[in-house]
Each structure stands twice: as structure tokens, then as C-alpha cells.
């Protein structure tokens, strides 16, 4: 079975601060899908990242990276020099090829504050 | 405009009543569904559906039901709705043919069962 954890619950940095969001996951198969979305206070979902299984590298997009390591089933996601708009709730997820479904499961969600 | 928009936004409602939640996409997905999300917690899939004559449960559809009217839509709908039902409700669609399965979410809909 799938199971996604996110063990920050919540995570307040002062802008500026640099910030790393962990995921750790569980899955039987060799092929998957890592995910992570935003939710900002308005509510929706906002799709950041997708990341395959067979690959390993490091992604940097302006000021998010990711760094996915297979032998650890992490995927953690930084934010460097964090600004008060990236305040908002951030959940990582995890889809597998086993079976039809291609569900998403989610893991609980850190809450994310920058202050100013 | 937005590909995948839920009506209504939010919707206050009593114990009882019968009430649906509406979802439409123009990203041409075959694939949609429908989540719940309660505060702290992830989201929880209740329904989803590859195409408009396949239906499947999720993992907590007791209490809820489907329709697939045409490709674009997905309605949600509570028979009687009780307030444990009241949480944040998203559809999501994801392509039916790509093996990506980035799933796309509408900007919810927030249901009160008084």
C-alpha cells in the first residue's frame, strides 16, 4: 500500500530564511510518480512538480529544488530566500502504476508561514 | 478562463437535504475525479472515473455518488447530507493517455452541513 508522510505539521521561517519541506513515502512498486502541490490561503490546489522514479536528479526551478534520493524514499522540497507570498499549505503525493487506478495519495500537509 | 472550474464555491446546507457539486474541464481529460479535503489532513479520494461509462470508488464513497455526464463533466452529489460531510471539495482531471499522471485540480468548493 501507498503512504505518503509529511511529519512537519507546521513551519514558520522569517523572509529571507532558506526552508525545506520533507516527504517521505512508501510503495511497493518500482515505478512511481512524486508530486508536489501549493495550497495558498485561497484554497486551491496548485501543481508544482512531478518527479519519475528512475530519476534521480536534483531539480531547481527559480527559488524551489527538489532533492529525491530512492534510498532514503524522500523527496524533499526547499524554498531559498523564502517570501511571505510563499506562505501556504504544501503536500507532497505519490502515484503508483500498480493496479488502474493511478490514484494520488496525499500526504497530511505542512503549513508553511514566512513572516516578514 | 479556468480548465477546470467546480460550482458551486461554496454552499451552506442542512442535515438531510440533497445537494450536488459540479465540476467541468475544457483540458479534453479523460480522466476525473472527486476529493474531500478536511482540515489537517490530506485529500481523500471518493469517486473517480476514465471515461464517461467507467465509475470506480474511491476510498471513502459511502455516503456520496457520481455522475459522468459527458467528458467534461462530474457531478458530486449527497443524498442526505450530514455534517461530517462538511469539508473542502475538489474535482481533479488528469490525462487519459499520457503516462505523466499530473493530476490538474479545480479551486474547490467549500460545503457547510448545518
Redesign the interface.
Known amino acids: 500500500a501507498q503512504k505518503v508522510t509529511q511529519a512537519q505539521t507546521e513551519i514558520s521561517v522569517v523572509e529571507k530564511e532558506d526552508v525545506t519541506l520533507d516527504c517521505v513515502y512508501e510503495t511497493r512498486d518500482t515505478t512511481y510518480y512524486l508530486f508536489w502541490y501549493k495550497q495558498p490561503p485561497s484554497g486551491e490546489l496548485v501543481f508544482l512538480i512531478r518527479r519519475n522514479s528512475f530519476d534521480e536528479q536534483n531539480e531547481i526551478s527559480g527559488r524551489y529544488s527538489w532533492n529525491f534520493q530512492k534510498s532514503t524514499s524522500s523527496f524533499n522540497f526547499t524554498i531559498t530566500a523564502s517570501q511571505v507570498v510563499d506562505s501556504a499549505v504544501y503536500f507532497c503525493a505519490l502515484s503508483d502504476l500498480g493496479g488502474s487506478a493511478r490514484q494520488l495519495t496525499f500526504g497530511s500537509g505542512t503549513q508553511l508561514t514566512v513572516l516578514p | 478562463d479556468a480548465d477546470v472550474t467546480q460550482t458551486p464555491r461554496n454552499r451552506i446546507t442542512k442535515t438531510g437535504k440533497r445537494i450536488m457539486l459540479e465540476c467541468s474541464q475544457t483540458k479534453g481529460h479523460d ?1 476525473m475525479y472527486w476529493y474531500r479535503q478536511d482540515p ?6 471518493i469517486y ?1 472515473s ?1 471515461d464517461v461509462k467507467d465509475i ?1 470508488k ?1 476510498e471513502i464513497s459511502d455516503g456520496y455518488s457520481v455522475s459522468r455526464q459527458a467528458q467534461a463533466k462530474f457531478s458530486l452529489s449527497l443524498e442526505s447530507a450530514i455534517p461530517n460531510q462538511t469539508a ?1 471539495y ?1 474535482c ?1 482531471t ?1 490525462s487519459g493517455t499520457s503516462s ?9 468548493t ?1 460545503l457547510t452541513v448545518l
Not at chain 2, 489537517?40 to 479520494?45: A, I, R, S, V, Y
Open positions: 480522466r489537517g489532513l490530506g485529500l481523500q479520494l473517480y476514465f470506480n474511491g473542502l475538489f481533479a488528469a505523466t499522471d499530473t493530476q490538474y485540480f479545480g479551486p474547490g467549500r
